[in-house]
């Protein structure tokens, strides 16, 4: 079967970096995303990863391992309002996204 | 990005009764379209997925009776709660690509379903 696991619930501190991992088994694979989702608010797309490697865009870095089925999203310099769950989802062989069940970061002063 | 609307962004309704949600592709022409639902504290579960002018492919377990899907247009979802319980209060997020670029799917705001 399919299956996405990310951590359920990470806590960080302000200004600090956190590591959000993700592992997935699926059948197919044509891209790796992940979305940010405030609560009672739709995702919104964060990034886009189909080759390994690390993927920076601003204080947001992915990274992901094909062989490995792993990714990973880094965010540095965290902010009062990066408290959100954060998404991994995997474009599978049919152009579905599977979805992991979400982490929910808490960020503290 | 592009952009995608979802009317109403919130909806009470009395058990018994349906409920009409309209998903819209504002600046691009959606082939396919997705309907998610969303439980408190839960991620996403793919309801259906609709093809503009063929029917939609419901996912296990999702009532095709009662979750009524309807892709008429390229810009244009709806989904229909039909005789609505207070178990189908959930927040229902729709979603859209186009199929010239099937990786770039822009989700809704939402609507928040409540059924008293």
């Known amino acids: 079967g399919q299956n996405i696991d990310q951590p359920t619930e990470m806590t960080a501190t302000e200004g600090a970096i956190v590591q959000i991992n993700c592992t997935y088994q699926?059948?197919?694979?044509?891209?790796l995303f992940w979305y940010q989702q405030h609560a009672g608010e739709a995702p919104t797309f964060l990034s886009y990863?189909?080759l390994d490697g690390l993927e920076e865009k601003g204080r947001f870095s992915s990274f992901l391992s094909r062989s490995k089925g792993y990714s990973y999203l880094l965010l540095k310099e965290l902010q009062m309002k990066d408290s959100a769950s954060y998404l991994c989802?995997?474009?599978?062989?049919?152009?579905?996204?599977?979805w992991g069940a979400g982490t929910k970061l808490i960020i503290k002063p | 990005g592009a952009v995608v609307s979802q009317h109403p962004s919130w909806v009470i309704c009395k058990s018994g009764t349906s409920v009409k949600i309209e998903c819209r592709s504002l600046?691009?022409?959606?082939?396919?379209m997705f309907w998610y639902r969303q439980f408190p504290k839960q991620s996403l579960m793919l309801m259906a997925t609709?093809?503009?002018?063929?029917?939609?492919?419901?996912e296990q377990g999702v009532e095709k009776d009662k979750f009524l899907i309807n892709h008429a247009s390229l810009t244009l979802s709806t989904l229909t709660v039909t005789s609505a319980h207070p178990e189908d209060s959930s927040f229902y997020i729709c979603?859209?690509?186009?199929?010239?670029?099937?990786?770039?799917?822009?989700f809704g705001p939402g609507t928040r379903l409540t059924v008293t």
């Open positions: 979603s859209a690509r186009s199929d010239s670029y099937v990786h770039e799917q822009y």
């Open positions: 989802a995997v474009m599978d062989s049919n152009y579905q996204l599977i």
């Open positions: 600046d691009f022409q959606a082939t396919t």
């Open positions: 609709s093809n503009e002018g063929s029917k939609a492919t419901y």
């Open positions: 990863n189909v």
């Open positions: 699926t059948s197919g694979f044509n891209g």
